[in-house]
Structures are given as C-alpha cells and as structure tokens.
C-alpha cells in the first residue's frame, strides 16, 4: 500500500510540489480556515470572528452552528467541481465529529481547534489519493482481502503525514495574513506529499 501511494505521488501527480498545485480552490479554502481558527485562539480572536460573522458575539454559540456559518467565508456554494469537493470534505470535518460539534465554541480548546485543519486538510489529501485509486493510477500488491481495507490504512498514514507536518510547521505569536496563511498551508500541504512520497520502500 505503501509503495503505491509513493509512486502516485511522486509519478502520477509529478512530486509533492506539483500535487500541492493540483489540490486547486482547496488550498485557497484551507488558507481561510487556516486564517480564521488561528484568528480565533488568539487573545481577543473571538471578537474578531463575530464581526466576520455578523455577530454582536460567538458566547453560547454551538460549535457545528459556528461552522456551518464559517462554511460561507471558506467554501461559499456554488463554482466549480473541485470547490464542491472543498465543500464536501469540510461537511464530513462537522459531520466527523459530533462531541466537538455540540460544545458551546468558547469551550473549545486550542488544540480542539487546531484538529478541525488538520482533519480538513487529512480529507482534501484523502480525496486525492482516493481519486488516484478509483483511476487506477494507483495498483497494489495486497491481496483482495487486504485491499478491501485498503481506505483505512491510506486514511492512517494521511492523518499521520497531516499531523507530522503540522506540528514541524508549528506558528506560535505571528501575525496572520491572507497571504501568510496560503504559505504556510501550502507549506504543509507539500511536506505532507514529500511524506507520503517517500513512505515506500
């Protein structure tokens, strides 16, 4: 499993840079969820968000409320396909993760709100390596049995890859940008396809 994902990765999508520009409108809406979730675990973010938001505050607001209303900001309705598919892994994010969802949003902690990314952009990446074996861009040596399961190993190794790359592109007291968050989530996004690169044998 390994070994296909690497090859995918490093032949059929060109490398890790390229496979980070091929991610299209997704990158543009990880930057604003990027953007946003830093803005709101920083000291006076709260109030900073409502006003995006339209809102006197986000005290008592549920979290799935805050998110759906986010959703606008990071991937409006309408566009292309692959905006739609932006759209799709961000509502699975939500869906994902009911307990989280149902808490008032000044309970989250930081590292709460930093897992909603990191999720959003596991299932960006799975899509795309999804697509690689629904094209058959990607064949394995497992066994039928094996390959059945073969969507939640790619899923482990994907959320692993996020994670590492996260914590090795760690921003603490920086001041956040539109342009400084597309840097530093395309930062990611390509560590995390040099990762999943250089997984196999």
């Avoid at 296909?4 to 299209?24: D, Q």
């Amino acid at each position: 499993m390994r070994n296909g994902v690497s090859h995918y990765v490093s032949r059929s999508l060109g490398g890790s840079s390229n496979a980070t520009k091929r991610l299209g409108s997704s990158r543009t809406s990880t930057a604003r969820l990027y953007g946003i979730l830093h803005t709101l675990s920083e000291p006076g973010g709260f109030q900073q968000v409502a006003q995006l938001l339209s809102l006197d505050t986000l005290q008592g607001l549920r979290a799935k409320e805050f998110f759906i209303r986010l959703a606008r900001f990071v991937c409006p309705d309408g566009g292309t396909e692959d905006e739609g598919i932006s759209r799709s892994a961000y509502y699975d994010v939500v869906a994902d993760n009911p307990e989280m969802m149902g808490k008032p949003i000044e309970n989250l902690t930081k590292d709460e709100i930093d897992s909603i990314n990191q999720r959003y952009m596991s299932k960006v990446v799975m899509q795309q390596i999804m697509n690689g074996i629904a094209n058959n861009a990607i064949r394995f040596s497992e066994s039928l049995d094996e390959i059945a399961h073969i969507e939640e190993k790619v899923e482990q190794l994907i959320d692993q890859s996020v994670s590492d790359a996260c914590a090795e592109m760690k921003q603490e007291n920086i001041e956040m940008t539109n342009e400084r968050a597309k840097e530093i989530t395309d930062s990611i996004y390509q560590r995390v396809f040099e990762i999943l690169e250089g997984v196999g044998d």
